[in-house]
Structure formats: C-alpha cells, structure tokens
C-alpha cells in the first residue's frame, strides 16, 4: 500500500518531472496492466542518485524500466516510483584502434540499434542481438540472449549506480555473474552503459545475417502483444515443447491465449487485462507440471501482484 504522505514527499523531493498515476502498462510490449503512483525520467547518474535518495526517504519501492519486453504490471498498477531512463542514456558508439574493436551503449539503447550500428561499420559478433527486443540494460540484468549466443559471451564492462546507495561502479564483463537468464545484477541497481566486443568483418555479412535472424522470428514467433518467452527452458528441453505436449496451444483465459505459433509466447488481446496472462501462466504452468513433472519457471517479469502467482 502506499500512502499520499509519502507520494506527496516523494514529488517535493524529486520535482515537476515526477508524474502521478502514469501509465505504465502501455509501456510494455503486453500493452496492458495499470498506472505506475510515479513516473520519473532520469537524464543523467546524477538524476538516479536524487531519485534513490527519494526512495530511500520515502520507503517508496523503484521499478526501473527498459523497454518493456519482459515484463507484465498488475491491472492494479505499481505503488512506487517507476524511472525511466531518458535520451542522455541510448548513445552508441563504435571505437576502433590497433589492438581491438569495440561497441559502447548506453543503457536505454535498443539491442537492435546496437547491431544494425555494429553492421553499418563492418563489425561482426553482436548480430545475435537483433533479435532481442529489449534494452542494453535490461541485456545486462537477465544476460539475454538468442541465436546461439548471450550477453556475456561479448560483454567487455558495464556499469551502475545503486538506488540503495550503495557504492556504484563500473564492472568487467566476467564480474556480471552471468547465469541463465540471470546475472548479480540487483532490483536497485540501475545498469547505465555497457561495452561489447566486436571483430572487424564485411558489412554485407553482417547484414546478411541480421536479415536471416530477422525473418527467422518472423516465420516462427507471434506478433501482437506479447513479452517473448514466458518461460525460461528446463536443462536439456524446450519450455515451448513442453508446453505443447501439455495440449496448451491456443488454450485461452479470457484476454489472453497461448499463441498457436509458438507455446511459450502468450498473447494478449487489445484492451486486455494484466490478471488473465497472469492466470493463463499459472494454469499451463499447471498443466506442464502435471503431464510432464516438469515445473517450469517464468522468464516473465511480474510487477504490482499482491502475491505470487505461481
């Protein structure tokens, strides 16, 4: 719960840029689910250090935002300060010199952006990241990854700043933690810029294969709104195979359905709500575990549910 004292204190500390009631599920990619109590867009690490100093005096909690593509808000919304990261945060560059190659991004920075720049100046080794539709940052937190590689695998350093205010710092790439979908990187910590490592290539091999993994997640994933995967794949299996042995394909919870194309997507439908996709996770979640033994466990972000659903 959250109480207007603390609202009312949290906008005195953090100025006009804070907004009330924004709206937080058009900011995903399910484009559904309620309002953030506050919005604020950080332009710079000075801004996220006045912002965790806010939070920690109001004991308001902090969702930090990417783009939106792993991540499903409650209908009810979130009752704390949402930040997003501005402009100042999607720069990126391409640095050259004798003995390496390599690729800064600022946080905010689509991973698309990131390889279609990396192609335009001959480098290979980050087209993978095309087919990722989330931000630098949000790279970093869960080390994403698709077509044979992940975020680790090129990742030179990154850095963050601590909401909590703890010590910020920069990071090497080894020093992520990176696991599956998972990294040591904290709620609290806003991940800021990253450096990749490329290799110097041809640019039309480079771009050769962002198009071969551009019409490959066209011909074989959903569009519409989704969040990509919702589950993260068992050792040695397929959460979309899994998924559909259980006989979930097209299996539907009032606005939301599994996708007919691929198991693991669930979609939603225009002006849906937030609680049926988190129902319709919870029943094949159900399912699998009871035609397979399988438990799967949701790639999915869930934000403002009063208890797990799981």
């Known amino acids: ?181 998972s990294s040591v990187v904290r709620s609290h910590d806003v991940v800021t810029w990253a450096r990749f490592r490329a290799e110097r290539g041809r640019r039309e091999d480079a771009e050769a294969t962002i198009a071969e993994i551009v019409r490959w997640r066209r011909e074989h994933q959903p569009g519409g709104q989704n969040a990509g995967s919702v589950f993260t794949n068992p050792p040695g299996d397929s959460a979309g195979r899994l998924i559909d042995a259980a006989g979930c394909k097209g299996l539907r919870i009032g606005s939301a359905e599994v996708s007919s194309r691929h198991a693991n997507f669930i979609q939603a439908d225009p002006a849906g709500r937030a609680s049926d996709v988190a129902a319709l996770i919870a029943e094949v979640r159900r399912r699998v575990s009871d035609a397979t033994g399988v438990t799967l466990e949701p790639e999915l972000r869930l934000v403002g549910f009063d208890e797990v659903i799981m």
Request: negative net charge.
């Open 1 to 181: 719960m959250t109480y207007p004292s603390a609202l009312a204190e949290a906008v005195g500390l953090l100025g006009e840029r804070a907004i009330r009631d924004a709206p937080l599920g058009a900011r995903t990619t399910y484009r559904v689910g309620g309002a953030a109590a506050l919005l604020i867009t950080a332009q710079s690490e000075a801004d996220l250090r006045v912002i965790g100093r806010a939070a920690i005096t109001t004991g308001l909690p902090t969702l930090v935002l990417g783009r939106g593509s792993n991540l499903l808000v409650a209908d009810r919304g979130f009752p704390g300060i949402a930040i997003s990261l501005g402009e100042a945060f999607s720069a990126v560059e391409v640095e050259v010199d004798v003995e390496r190659v390599t690729v800064t991004a600022g946080a905010a920075a689509p991973l698309p952006t990131v390889a279609r720049v990396s192609a335009a100046a001959s480098l290979v080794g980050l087209e993978w990241a095309v087919g990722i539709p989330g931000s630098v940052g949000g790279a970093i937190r869960m080390n994403a990854g698709g077509h044979g590689a992940e975020t680790v695998d090129c990742l030179d350093a990154w850095a963050f700043v601590d909401l909590h205010g703890g010590a910020d710092g920069e990071r090497a790439g080894a020093e992520l933690g990176a696991g599956y979908r």
